[in-house]
């Protein structure tokens, strides 16, 4: 058997209770490695909420624990290649199989690279709480259905600067008719926010992402309208660090390049100073962020 664990935690995970997230991430798991399930939900001592007043995603079936990963137990450890190389896993997934609370002991984070550059939450009483298995859990399931999705990536030089492209804005700020945009577009059909990333930025500035690490950055949602569509929409932002390169247009559609007025590698201290409309609006400040935080455990949203 590729999993064994608890008859309680073995029951819970066969549940028809159980987030289809949840299956499906222990089924992609499974697939490449034997895991040992300490607790899905029977038997935790919290409840519903945390002592952090967070909401507890194993009461929920939402979450899983694992106390071993081929045969070799997290506790004691945790830097183990077979519970390394499952984290690593965790790290490739697409962002809506993708776990949005990946805890753990404070080695393993470190031995992935630690939580700025993973996205897992790395926070030291955290941690220590989960010093001897590895929690991988949901947040409340999305019940919004979106009109249109979109992937855009902040692309940052060796140097830092940050490649913007400026285009008609349209009707988002009275009186604009030009502002600078983070480069990416709308998702096609079955396509992940991060594949759609991936093309987006090759269509539009020729650079290759395959490869590269993609980090979860932020995301705006909020009402809008884009030619004949109105209703829900969401934008996801990444980060990627790319090589400095020369950006080629030759990929964009008619339409596009109409629009396009140009593009330009902005140095983050002159965007924080620019009065020209940037879009998001907050950018400058979230990258600031970003640079100082020694940890980035989730998605920040910002103003729709």
């Given at each position: 058997?590729?999993?064994?664990?608890?008859?309680?935690?073995?029951?819970?995970?066969?549940?028809?209770e159980v987030d289809p997230r949840l299956r499906r991430l222990v089924e992609v798991l499974l697939r490449d490695h034997v895991l040992d399930v300490r607790r899905v939900r029977t038997g935790h001592p919290m409840g519903p909420v945390t002592p952090g007043g967070r909401d507890n995603d194993h009461y929920f079936y939402r979450a899983v624990d694992l106390?071993?990963?081929?045969?070799?137990?997290?506790?004691?450890?945790?830097?183990?290649?077979?519970?390394?190389?499952?984290?690593?896993?965790?790290?490739?997934?697409?962002?809506?199989?993708?776990?949005?609370?990946?805890?753990?002991?404070?080695?393993?984070?470190?031995?992935?690279?630690?939580?700025?550059?993973?996205?897992?939450?790395?926070?030291?009483?955290?941690?220590?709480?989960?010093?001897?298995?590895?929690?991988?859990?949901?947040?409340?399931?999305?019940?919004?259905?979106?009109?249109?999705?979109?992937?855009?990536?902040?692309?940052?030089?060796?140097?830092?600067?940050?490649?913007?492209?400026?285009?008609?804005?349209?009707?988002?700020?009275?009186?604009?008719?030009?502002?600078?945009?983070?480069?990416?577009?709308?998702?096609?059909?079955?396509?992940?926010?991060?594949?759609?990333?991936?093309?987006?930025?090759?269509?539009?500035?020729?650079?290759?992402?395959?490869?590269?690490?993609?980090?979860?950055?932020?995301?705006?949602?909020?009402?809008?309208?884009?030619?004949?569509?109105?209703?829900?929409?969401?934008?996801?932002?990444?980060?990627?660090?790319?090589?400095?390169?020369?950006?080629?247009?030759?990929?964009?559609?008619?339409?596009?390049?109409?629009?396009?007025?140009?593009?330009?590698?902005?140095?983050?201290?002159?965007?924080?100073?620019?009065?020209?409309?940037?879009?998001?609006?907050?950018?400058?400040?979230?990258?600031?962020?970003?640079?100082?935080?020694?940890?980035?455990?989730?998605?920040?949203?910002?103003?729709?």
């Amino acid at each position: 058997m590729r999993l064994t664990g608890t008859p309680e935690a073995l029951a819970d995970l066969a549940s028809a209770e159980v987030d289809p997230r949840l299956r499906r991430l222990v089924e992609v798991l499974l697939r490449d490695h034997v895991l040992d399930v300490r607790r899905v939900r029977t038997g935790h001592p919290m409840g519903p909420v945390t002592p952090g007043g967070r909401d507890n995603d194993h009461y929920f079936y939402r979450a899983v624990d694992l106390a071993a990963v081929d045969g070799r137990p997290v506790a004691g450890r945790p830097i183990a290649e077979p519970v390394v190389s499952l984290g690593r896993t965790l790290l490739t997934l697409p962002t809506e199989l993708r776990p949005t609370s990946v805890l753990g002991p404070a080695e393993w984070h470190a031995a992935l690279g630690g939580g700025q550059r993973t996205g897992f939450r790395d926070v030291p009483a955290v941690n220590a709480r989960h010093h001897d298995h590895l929690h991988l859990g949901y947040g409340a399931p999305a019940r919004t259905t979106y009109v249109r999705r979109s992937a855009r990536v902040v692309l940052v030089d060796p140097g830092g600067a940050v490649l913007l492209v400026r285009s008609r804005f349209r009707s988002e700020i009275p009186g604009s008719e030009l502002a600078w945009f983070v480069p990416g577009g709308g998702l096609e059909a079955g396509e992940t926010p991060e594949a759609a990333a991936v093309r987006e930025i090759r269509e539009e500035t020729g650079i290759e992402l395959t490869g590269i690490p993609l980090v979860p950055l932020a995301y705006a949602e909020g009402d809008g309208t884009l030619g004949e569509l109105s209703g829900p929409m969401r934008d996801d932002f990444f980060l990627a660090e790319v090589p400095r390169t020369e950006v080629s247009t030759t990929a964009l559609e008619a339409y596009e390049r109409e629009a396009l007025d140009r593009y330009r590698w902005w140095p983050l201290a002159e965007l924080r100073r620019t009065t020209e409309p940037v879009v998001p609006s907050g950018l400058p400040q979230l990258l600031h962020a970003y640079q100082q935080s020694d940890t980035w455990p989730e998605p920040r949203r910002l103003d729709w």
